[in-house]
């Protein structure tokens, strides 16, 4: 080959990598299919993955609260004017990791469908980490990066206090309790079936040891460390907030704040959100496990209601976007 043919194919390939769509969409997914959910013009390519980035909401979430307050709010368009390839599914708001992994698994393969992609990058905050893990777990082939925000990775404490009040009320009481939550997590989301004790196990200490023997991947082998960066050819990749020196009142005139605030009297000072700590959040490669963020600050929440001291959540996401695209993800 001619050294004028191989300027001619590299400026080719440097002209390709440097293509900006016009416009790029971003989708809803239930357990049904994905639809378009808005278009956005394409800024740069700062986002432009490999592999589409998959949202996966928390406990008690949903892709979009009767359609009128995305979970995540702002960061699919965010994500998609930098070129990403966006979706955000439906999974039970309350329920088992492992049947919302199962849910998760059957809308990884309609996006897979949708785009023509081998794998998809899975970015979970709350128990959305842990419910991404279980993918990755079952289906490394399926998954080229798992990013939690906030997972809970090694329980919280707000669960392991309480299951205690479960213990102290009975299994009548606590009967009465779950039906009523079932009930509210019914409302979110009425397409899935709703199992709110099997969510509130899942998320105690001991319920994410006994996950964690099962799916290994990128979790610490100490307290508070790092975990592997890769395992089973994916990638893991974590961060969060500590607003614990505030009580994990970030504005006070978030509504969320009453919640986070009440979730950091049961760390007794240990770094956490609201609801998960600090060290709980770590998982593969830690980013950062201190921004000035309580739980729902983490995705913008409520409705872009943040303190204006921290970074905004739809950067942190569009960084790790960007962090993606330059690792060949």
């Known amino acids: ?26 989708y809803q997914c239930t357990p049904s299919g994905c639809s378009v959910e808005g278009t956005e013009g394409v800024a740069s ?3 432009a993955t490999r592999y589409p980035i998959v949202l996966v909401h928390g406990l008690f979430g949903a892709g979009s609260y009767f ?10 368009q965010g994500l ?11 999974l039970s708001a309350a329920n088992a990791t492992s049947v919302r ?52 990775n090694a329980g919280s404490s707000v ?3 309480i299951e205690g009040v479960t213990d102290i009320i009975g299994p009548l009481g606590t009967s009465v309790v779950t039906g009523i939550v ?25 319920g994410t040891t006994a996950f964690n023997k099962q799916f290994p991947g990128g979790v610490p082998s100490t307290k508070c460390g790092s975990g592997n960066a890769q395992y089973n050819g994916v990638k893991y990749y974590s961060w969060s907030g500590n607003a614990s020196y505030t009580g994990d009142i970030t504005t006070g005139i978030d509504p969320t704040d009453a919640v986070t605030g009440l979730g950091n009297l049961t760390f007794f000072g240990a770094a956490n959100d609201g609801l998960v700590s600090s060290c709980s ?48 993800l």
């Open 45 to 47: 390519n700062y986002d």
């Open 101 to 152: 992994g199962e849910q998760l698994l059957t809308q990884v393969k309609y996006v897979l469908a949708i785009t023509g992609a081998s794998k998809v990058n899975l970015i979970g905050h709350s128990q959305g980490g842990p419910t991404a893990r279980y993918v990755a777990g079952v289906a490394p082939n399926l998954v080229a990066s798992v990013t939690t925000v906030a997972g809970v």
């Open 67 to 76: 359609g009128l307050l995305d979970y995540f709010y702002q960061i699919p």
């Open 80 to 90: 998609a004017a930098n070129g990403a390839r966006v979706f955000v599914p439906q």
């Open 182 to 206: 079932n009930a509210f997590s019914g409302l979110i989301d009425p397409n899935e079936g709703q199992n709110s004790q099997a969510a509130l196990y899942d998320l105690t200490t001991a």
């Open 281 to 328: 959040s770590h998982l593969g490669v830690v980013i950062r496990d201190n921004y000035y963020q309580n739980h729902f600050d983490e995705v913008n929440q409520l409705a872009g209601l943040i303190s204006p001291f921290t970074t905004s959540p739809v950067t942190l996401f569009k960084s790790q976007g960007n962090r993606l695209r330059n690792n060949g």
């Open 159 to 161: 669960a392991d206090a």
């Open 1 to 26: 080959m001619s050294r004028k043919t191989l300027v001619f194919l590299s400026l080719l390939l440097s002209m390709a990598s440097s293509f900006v769509r016009a416009s790029e969409s971003y």
